[in-house]
Structure formats: structure tokens, C-alpha cells
């Protein structure tokens, strides 16, 4: 059985083993902890590193599609040239915030059906879409309400360290913070955090 790094960059196709049987075609694949096999995706939205259009067995060697035109099963209804990204089972489905981007739809389709993607493995869709708003903002006891006209519920805040003081702590700025057209939160794990904290919004 061959291995990873038999491949040379740019090779558009490995032969790599399974790990455990892929007994279902069409499915996301991506390199097990070992890295001289594959597994089937079993994450929602984790990386990929290619796709298989056949069943193997155990420890067979598989052509495992990295670049070009894959079919790959629909694990929803995706539309036409939309970006996609792994079910928990390895099927397509489109996209959202925080998933990394398996590649876009060429032809999508129904649950069940098997669609046309253009691949695109190891590629992150970027905090979620497109930024709409960025900034900085400055811990007072572990906590700063950002005031932000442009803020809409469900978008993804994206938030880094700029400065440290205090007693830093692990940063969040969770989702249900979020007062539409009005104002988020961003919140430290130490009550006596006073670091200034860059921002940034994706929708």
C-alpha cells in the first residue's frame, strides 16, 4: 500500500488505503491521525483532503481525488455554484460560517443526488463570508459592549489580542451578545482583563 508522502506536491490523485471500509462512493475523505490512510469525513465542516467516487475495503488502496471536477453526494439541496463544504458523513452541503470550503458547486441538486464540484481541499471560508466591520475595543473588567449600527443577528465575530493588560484571559464574543443594529459583546475569562481587542465581522 502506498503512503502520503510517496505523493508529490501537486499530484491530482493519491492512492491511498482506508482505514476502515468506505463502503458508500462520492464521499469526502481526509488523512487519518496516521497519515498512511484515509477516513471518511465524519465532522461537519472540518478540513478535506479529497474526495473518492468508488467503495474500498480496509487497508485497499483508493484513488483519492484532490484537485479538478469530483462527483460527490449531496448531504442536502445546494444550489449551483455554491460553495460547499462536508457533512458528518462526508456528503456536500453548502457552506457556512466557520466551515472550511471543500470547493463550489459546478451542478447541485437534492439530498441523495449526486452533484458536480469543482474541488478545492484545504481552504477555510474565512470567518464566516465576506467582512462587513472591523475595530478595536478595550476590556474594562473583563468586558466591552461594542456599539455597531451595521451589526445583524448571526453574524460572525472574529476577535485577537492587540495589546495585553491586566490579567488576560481566554477572549469570546458569542453570538447571542449580538443587539441587531445596536451592539455586541466581547467578554475575557479574567474579570480583571483590561486588553485592548481587535474585531472584526463576517456576514
Known amino acids: ?47 478535506i483532503d479529497g474526495v473518492i467516487e468508488v467503495g474500498v475495503a480496509a487497508n485497499d488502496d483508493a484513488d483519492v481525488i484532490t484537485d479538478g471536477i469530483v462527483l460527490i453526494e449531496l448531504g442536502a439541496t ?52 465576506s467582512l462587513v466591520a472591523f475595530g478595536t475595543a478595550t476590556l474594562v473588567g473583563g468586558t466591552v459592549t461594542v456599539s455597531l449600527a451595521t451589526i445583524k443577528a448571526g453574524d460572525t465575530i472574529v476577535t485577537a489580542r492587540n495589546t495585553s493588560g491586566g490579567t488576560a484571559g481566554h477572549l469570546n464574543a458569542p453570538v447571542a451578545s449580538i443587539v441587531a443594529a445596536t451592539s455586541f459583546v466581547i467578554g475575557s475569562s479574567s474579570g480583571t482583563d483590561t486588553s485592548t481587542v481587535n474585531y472584526a465581522i463576517y456576514r
Open 78 to 129: 445546494v444550489a449551483d455554484l455554491a460553495e460547499a463544504a462536508t457533512d458528518s458523513v462526508g456528503r456536500a452541503v453548502t457552506a457556512v460560517g466557520g466551515d472550511h470550503v471543500a470547493g463550489r458547486m459546478i451542478k447541485g441538486g437534492a439530498v441523495g443526488e449526486i452533484g458536480s464540484l469543482r474541488l478545492k481541499t484545504r481552504s477555510a471560508k474565512s470567518g464566516g463570508g
Open 1 to 47: 500500500m502506498t503512503r502520503a508522502l510517496d505523493h508529490k506536491p501537486g499530484d491530482a490523485i493519491w492512492a491511498l488505503g482506508p482505514s476502515a471500509a468506505i463502503t458508500t462512493p462520492y464521499r469526502f475523505v481526509k488523512l487519518s491521525p496516521t497519515i498512511d490512510l484515509i477516513a471518511r469525513c465524519d465532522t461537519a465542516g472540518e478540513f
